[in-house]
């Protein structure tokens, strides 16, 4: 799911919230999943400077992108997942320079295939259920904050210490 292009379009005709306000489109998923998916972002507002307005980025964006550049823009924790990881994560360009964020350049073919279908473990997936592992609480990302945490974390159950995903389904359970 990577955005190869976001366009710059001129301002939204009103405001959402007052000043500052940055909406962002995003069109998502090819109809071939053996193919590359390419995903077309749109930035509205007056937010994003007038150099670069009615211009394309082919920067290497992801979801976590969003998330991201929300974190870089307002110095938030991260969440110790995907947005901790740099070449995953880039921040739009023009908050990557207003913050002192420095985002990873990859070449075109180097980028991975983002648009895998199929089941994957996790707490929401009945078929191959498993219990959430803690974040990874050293990780940094751009948000230049430590990892949230909540009081309660199991900070010992971690990626490799989980049990193996279990199918529900078998066990004629929906949930645990």
């Given at each position: 799911m990577s955005v190869r292009d976001a366009e710059?379009?001129?301002p939204a005709p009103y405001r959402a919230a007052g000043q500052q306000t940055l909406i962002l489109l995003t069109f998502d998923e090819t109809e071939d999943y053996t193919i590359q998916n390419t995903v077309y972002s749109v930035l509205l507002d007056d937010t994003v400077p007038l150099k670069l307005r009615g211009t394309?980025?082919?920067t290497l964006y992801t979801h976590y992108s969003?998330?991201?550049t929300v974190q870089a823009n307002w110095g938030l924790k991260l969440l110790g997942r995907?947005?901790?990881i740099a070449a995953l994560s880039n921040v739009l360009s023009f908050i990557a320079a207003k913050t002192g964020y420095k985002n990873v350049q990859t070449?075109?073919?180097d980028v991975p295939q983002f648009n895998l279908t199929g089941v994957a473990s996790g707490v929401l997936t009945?078929?191959?259920f498993t219990l959430f592992a803690a974040p990874n609480l050293k990780a940094r990302g751009a948000g230049r904050s430590a990892?949230?945490?909540r009081p309660g974390l199991n900070t010992r159950l971690t990626?490799?210490?989980?049990p193996p995903p279990v199918n529900l389904g078998l066990q004629n359970k929906a949930t645990p």
């Amino acid at each position: 799911m990577s955005v190869r292009d976001a366009e710059y379009a001129p301002p939204a005709p009103y405001r959402a919230a007052g000043q500052q306000t940055l909406i962002l489109l995003t069109f998502d998923e090819t109809e071939d999943y053996t193919i590359q998916n390419t995903v077309y972002s749109v930035l509205l507002d007056d937010t994003v400077p007038l150099k670069l307005r009615g211009t394309t980025d082919d920067t290497l964006y992801t979801h976590y992108s969003s998330l991201s550049t929300v974190q870089a823009n307002w110095g938030l924790k991260l969440l110790g997942r995907g947005d901790t990881i740099a070449a995953l994560s880039n921040v739009l360009s023009f908050i990557a320079a207003k913050t002192g964020y420095k985002n990873v350049q990859t070449v075109p073919g180097d980028v991975p295939q983002f648009n895998l279908t199929g089941v994957a473990s996790g707490v929401l997936t009945s078929a191959a259920f498993t219990l959430f592992a803690a974040p990874n609480l050293k990780a940094r990302g751009a948000g230049r904050s430590a990892v949230l945490t909540r009081p309660g974390l199991n900070t010992r159950l971690t990626s490799g210490s989980l049990p193996p995903p279990v199918n529900l389904g078998l066990q004629n359970k929906a949930t645990p």
